[in-house]
């Protein structure tokens, strides 16, 4: 193979056919003339691309590489570091998105004196976009730089990216090249997620021209969606982060991204300001939490402390300072931010402060799941600059959309569109200035505080403090129509409850497990591996997308609640992912193999098709040898579930196979299967009968106590 023969990982080649990694590992142990290792480690071993290119087409999986993916493994094969390559082909696509005549003619040329005459035109493309902040990059540009590879070495692969800027546009082209980069570094680096970048944006509501800075830009997702929010077009965007890679790529990107001039520096922002002098018109970052280090003993007496000298344990509020300094009179800052820093007792004095000069307008608490950390429901802060000779203003508003999460809520389970539709719903009166849309109190979202109230002890700004609670208990008409369902369901259980039972002596039943039917052929054991997306309710392309059933769906009874993520589906139509993605049918049983407790459910017409989930085990009876009901029946006894369970670690795990079944006839397990399914069905209301009643005392307590309900 050649010294400089692009490399692929076991993850690449299956972005090349489309298929999962498990789908690769199968291949590698299947086939004797999968390509062999040619580097990496023996966990995650590389592959020549070449070969693998060969072999995928040899086997008929794939009928030609995807011009970006062999874009991108020349690109991460490069000499030079790939944030290095991928700064050099960001600047080459600059080229051909602001100079397409230039590089028309560039690529006309051989490419010995292609090399000679690029430098000059990236040169003159940068000075154009960049200013005197172009150094840097040109410094990445130079034909000798410090790797011992520069310019020359990547020719060779410019005339794939002009292709790929031809099949898709140079913004798009770096778009996904970019997004391969932080996918390799993911860890490395904290990253915006879209919806919060897109709602900051609209809270922002930048004029055409504005300026706009993020002193800790990351991968500029927020500046991006600044550039993209309804066509505006901003005049400047300001870029400052302590990662030079990740500065100079940014750049590019929002130079792609739009026409306006991009300034970007790379320096500590709280330490050492690369923007002393400028007021922008919107400020909008996701600063580092909860760092220690941040510049506290050497900051003592910097200027940007107009609010109060921030705590050693209070690093976000001096981001807010530093946002509000770096403001025009005006101009507004919008900043992701932990919920601790509206409650800190050590951050009260500035928040107080914050509150006096009108420079916190609102506050909005986003659910758990939003951005990084997920695990927490993170606050936005509005904040603006006051403005000489007017008077501070008088209220603080307050979002609390913890109850648009919906159901399960976390990462991936937002419905974002609904979370930026009630902030905005909220934020846009309130911040009219002409009052033709005056604000309005909504139970349980939103609410306008007087700063006065707020001007107490600890000056606590959580939303939920402040935010009256959404009136659970409805009206007498909606309770009365839970009354009425929960009194139908209440006869229905009492003429489903089973009749007493006819005792004897327990049967020596002739035995087998599992594992032999198996083994027979009277049953077939499948595993669930599919992670689910978002809930189907959450996702714009859930109808068209097969579903998940969950861990969770089978414990409640519920229905297949997730979409299936695009990854583990089988587009090649080879089939050999199938490995990865079972779908239950009629008739199947599926078993949770985690965690204490005997739970087991009968696949119906209404769930067949759905996809199988993690922690789930598929059993597939013959219907020649097997009753369906009868085995969920059996599989549902406490001493076989416990003597089937393993307690070696942490969590109990249930080994099906060593799950037990009485040997008796067909005929026999059919009048088995039906009395349990007539368990099952009782079962089912009785669930239901618990949760309306649930909700009909709940109801009533939360009417009783607000006043919608009177004690009779």
Not at 364 to 378: D, F, H, K, R, V
Not at 686 to 710: K, S
Request: charged share 20%; aromatic share 6%.
């Amino acid at each position: 193979m050649p010294e400089n023969a692009s490399e692929v990982t076991a993850a690449g080649i299956a972005r090349l056919a489309g298929v999962g990694r498990a789908a690769v590992s199968n291949w590698r142990r299947r086939h004797s003339d999968f390509p062999k290792p040619v580097g990496g480690t023996e966990t995650s071993p590389s592959f020549a691309l070449a070969d693998v290119e060969g072999w995928l087409r040899t086997q008929g999986k794939l009928a030609e590489v995807p011009l970006r993916e062999r874009v991108w493994q020349q690109l991460a094969d490069h000499p030079a570091t790939t944030a290095t390559a991928l700064v050099r082909v960001g600047c080459v696509l600059l080229l051909v998105r602001d100079r397409p005549t230039t590089w028309q003619e560039l690529t006309a040329l051989p490419e010995e004196r292609m090399a000679e005459l690029l430098p000059t035109a990236l040169e003159q493309t940068l000075a154009a976009r960049f200013g005197e902040d172009r150094a840097p990059l040109l410094h990445r540009l130079a034909e000798h730089h410090a790797d011992g590879h520069g310019l020359s070495t990547l020719v060779p692969l410019l005339r794939p990216v002009a292709e790929l800027a031809a099949e898709l546009g140079p913004r798009h082209a770096y778009e996904f090249l970019f997004g391969r980069y932080l996918d390799v570094n993911l860890r490395q680096y904290t990253l915006t997620p879209p919806g919060p970048a897109a709602l900051m944006a609209r809270l922002a509501a930048l004029p055409p021209g504005a300026t706009a800075l993020d002193p800790a830009a990351g991968a500029g997702h927020l500046l991006c969606a600044v550039a993209d929010d309804s066509g505006r077009a901003p005049a400047a965007l300001y870029v400052q982060d302590l990662d030079p890679d990740l500065t100079a790529l940014t750049a590019l990107r929002l130079a792609l991204f739009s026409d306006a001039a991009v300034r970007a520096r790379t320096a500590d922002t709280l330490r050492a300001d690369a923007f002393p002098d400028t007021a922008a018109d919107a400020v909008l970052c996701h600063p580092p939490f909860n760092e220690r280090n941040w510049g506290h003993d050497e900051l003592a007496y910097d200027p940007r402390w107009e609010y109060g000298f921030p705590a050693r344990t209070e690093s976000e509020l001096a981001w807010v300072q530093h946002a509000l300094a770096r403001l025009r009179p005006g101009g507004t800052a919008v900043l992701l931010m932990p919920p601790a820093a509206a409650s800190r007792r050590s951050g009260r004095r500035i928040r107080a402060g914050l509150l006096r000069r009108g420079a916190l307008r609102a506050v909005i608490a986003l659910p758990a799941g939003a951005a990084p950390p997920y695990g927490i429901p993170l606050h936005l802060w509005v904040l603006r600059k006051p403005e000489p000779h007017q008077p501070p203003a008088a209220e603080l508003l307050f979002v609390d959309t913890a109850e648009l999460a919906g159901s399960g809520g976390g990462r991936d389970k937002l419905d974002w569109q609904a979370v930026q539709q009630a902030v905005l719903d909220a934020w846009l009166p309130f911040d009219d200035p002409t009052g033709t849309s005056p604000a309005t109190e909504r139970a349980g979202v939103g609410r306008a505080v007087p700063v006065i109230e707020l001007l107490d002890d600890d000056i606590d700004l959580a939303p939920a403090r402040h935010v009256p609670p959404a009136t659970t208990g409805a009206d007498a008409d909606d309770l009365l129509r839970v009354r009425n369902r929960l009194t139908d369901t209440l006869q229905l259980t009492a003429e489903l409850t089973p009749a007493p039972a006819v005792t004897g002596q327990p049967t020596p039943w002739p035995a087998t497990t599992l594992g032999e039917l198996a083994r027979a052929g009277a049953l077939t054991i499948r595993a669930g591996s599919v992670t689910a997306l978002a809930p189907a309710h959450s996702a714009p392309s859930a109808p068209t997308r097969a579903l998940v059933l969950t861990e969770q769906d089978v414990l409640t009874g519920a229905p297949p609640s997730a979409p299936l993520p695009d990854q583990t589906a089988d587009p090649s139509g080879t089939g050999d992912a199938e490995r990865e993605v079972v779908r239950v049918e009629t008739g199947d049983v599926v078993v949770p193999v985690l965690g204490q407790g005997s739970v087991v459910r009968v696949i119906d017409d209404s769930t067949a098709g759905a996809v199988l989930g993690r922690n789930l085990q598929l059993l597939r009876p013959d219907p020649a040898a097997l009753d369906p009901w009868f085995l969920a029946g059996f599989l549902r006894a406490t001493v076989n579930t416990r003597q089937a369970s393993s307690y070696a670690s942490t969590a109990t795990r249930l080994d099906v196979r060593r799950l037990q079944l009485p040997r008796i006839s067909l005929a026999d397990q059919r009048r088995y299967g039906e009395r349990f399914r007539a368990l099952s069905v009782f079962e089912d209301a009785l669930r239901l009968a618990g949760r309306l009643g649930e909700q009909l005392v709940q109801g009533l307590y939360d009417g009783l106590t607000d006043g919608t309900v009177r004690p009779q």
